[in-house]
Antibody, heavy 123, light 106 residues
């Protein structure tokens, strides 16, 4: 059974930092690209970042570029998202998701989603 | 940047057919997938590569994509299908989501 379990969310003041983790099981983590998708309260889905398998190349939404860093530890089956210089508009549930591809290629869909972890940015 | 546009809401009577559209420039040249999200739950993939259904998704869910519009069709809509639906595509190294459509079954 595929499982993605996010952790690390919480409440931080504007300008603060957090590190989200996603522990994965049930599939060959090192073989797939992984992504983070967020959802602000009452709003739609917003793609945040993507990391491919193999070369570990990374991509970011313009809204987080330069502030967030995605990484992965294939030896421990963990996906990370480092969040810095947080803003009120970063408040959202952050989902860890598995992509349908591994090496750099068009991501056609996300087939597994975690339950999400809530990040609240507020003074 | 590439944009996907969805109508905010669609209503359908039980047993009838619901059509949810997603529009974007030359969308038919891209693969589109659809997610269903019920309140308090994570999104679930219901259609991928325009028209394929993942294992476990009922046959009443179908999809198409041509020109500038992709369509998610739910035949014989049931009360359990009431949810938010999001389309998604890939463009120039980024993942793009539509704004979502709230399907009401009444």
């Amino acid at each position: 059974e595929v499982q993605l379990l996010e952790s690390g969310g919480g409440s931080v003041p504007p300008g603060g930092s957090l590190r989200l983790s996603c522990t994965v099981s049930g599939f060959s983590f090192r073989s797939y690209a992984m992504s983070w998708v967020r959802q602000a309260p009452g709003k739609g889905l917003e793609w945040v970042s993507l990391i491919y398998s193999g070369d570990g190349s990374t991509y970011y939404a313009d809204s987080v570029k330069g502030r967030f860093t995605i990484s992965r530890d294939d030896s421990k089956n963990i996906l990370f998202l480092q969040l810095k210089s947080l803003r009120a508009e970063d408040t959202a549930v952050y989902y860890c998701v598995k992509a349908d591809v591994g090496a750099p290629a068009a991501v056609r869909y996300f087939d597994y989603w975690g339950r999400g972890t809530l990040v609240t940015v507020s003074s | 940047s590439y944009e996907l546009t969805q109508s905010p809401s669609v209503s359908v009577s039980p047993g009838q057919t619901a059509s949810i559209t997603c529009s974007g420039d030359k969308l038919g040249d891209k693969y589109v997938c659809w997610y269903q999200q019920k309140p308090g739950q994570s999104p679930v993939l219901v259609i991928y590569q325009d028209a394929k259904r993942p294992s476990g998704i009922p046959e009443r869910f179908s999809g198409s994509n041509s020109g500038n519009t992709a369509t998610l069709t739910i035949s014989g809509t049931q009360a359990m299908d009431e949810a938010d639906y999001y389309c998604q595509a890939w463009d120039s190294g980024t993942v793009v989501f539509g704004g979502g459509t709230k399907l009401t079954v009444l």
